[in-house]
């Protein structure tokens, strides 16, 4: 289940970093954002069982789905372009 979710949001990630070129795109803070925003996301896709995995990946492929993931991903990359863990 983590793993479904983090590959979409590494990708929206890569996508989002590419439109704003201006946020710091290090190891450091690309981390600290994939890890916030699926500390935010996850209470959307819990369940465990096979049945939970298989609606969780036909999700992930909705449009919707993957907008209001941008959206938590786009706030991650703001919080952590405004508190990084680095000068
Ligand atoms: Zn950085």
Same mark, same amino acid.
């Given at each position: 289940? %983590?793993?479904?979710?983090?590959?979409?949001?590494?990708? !929206?990630? *890569?996508?989002?970093?590419?439109?704003?070129?201006? !946020? $710091?795109? $290090? *190891?450091? $803070?690309?981390? *600290?954002?994939?890890?916030?925003?699926?500390?935010?996301?996850?209470?959307?896709? /819990?369940?465990?069982?096979?049945?939970?995995?298989? !609606?969780? /990946?036909?999700?992930?492929?909705?449009?919707?789905?993957?907008?209001?993931?941008?959206?938590?991903?786009? *706030?991650?990359? %703001?919080?952590?372009?405004?508190?990084?863990?680095? %000068?």
């Amino acid at each position: 289940m %983590k793993n479904l979710l983090e590959g979409t949001v590494v990708a !929206l990630y *890569d996508e989002l970093r590419a439109q704003n070129p201006e !946020l $710091c795109g $290090c *190891d450091n $803070c690309r981390t *600290d954002v994939v890890a916030y925003a699926l500390n935010a996301a996850r209470p959307r896709y /819990s369940g465990g069982t096979d049945v939970g995995q298989a !609606l969780i /990946s036909v999700d992930l492929q909705r449009d919707q789905t993957r907008a209001a993931l941008a959206v938590i991903v786009m *706030d991650a990359m %703001k919080r952590v372009a405004v508190n990084p863990r680095h %000068k």
